[in-house]
């Protein structure tokens, strides 16, 4: 992305040009022109995601966000990995399938709070929530 007047550039993800330059004139906070910003994809800088992990047909929607709730992968696949956990009651139920399928493993103990803990994605669960992260931003 460029900016007509401005010097350098910056990278955006998104599936279209016309996203990408709506998503960088928010970023400029309006003080330039949607007609000055212009958008050419950077192929040396796409993304390229694994193909969806088959455990991840076992998974239901609410399991799915929360894997991804986990990883940090609910939209910008930059930042997909940036996180590897889940706080929550120790008896919740996706996060407890989760953790029976080897995804995700409760902490010990309740030093969070009563009935409370963290769940930690196994690296068989980074693997699966990889799989399920957005190419873009929708």
């Not at 950077?42 to 991840?56: E, G, N, T």
């Not at 930059?78 to 009651?89: K, P, S, V």
Request: proline letters at 4%; a negative charge.
């Amino acid at each position: 992305m460029r900016v007509k007047g401005y010097d350098g550039s910056d990278t955006f993800y998104a599936a279209t040009a016309a996203k990408a330059r709506m998503e960088a004139w928010r970023t400029m906070d309006s003080i330039a022109r949607i007609a000055d910003i212009s958008v050419s994809r950077d192929a040396a800088k796409d993304v390229h995601l694994p193909d969806r992990h088959q455990i991840a047909d076992q998974l239901s929607n609410e399991e799915e966000h929360c894997l991804l709730h986990a990883f940090g992968g609910n939209g910008d696949p930059i930042r997909a990995g940036y996180r590897d956990h889940f706080y929550t009651r120790r008896d919740d139920p996706p996060l407890v399938r989760l953790a029976e399928l080897g995804l995700m493993d409760p902490m010990k103990g309740d030093k969070f709070g009563e009935n409370m803990t963290y769940f930690v994605l196994t690296d068989l669960g980074k693997a699966v929530a990889l799989s399920l992260v957005p190419e873009y931003r929708r």
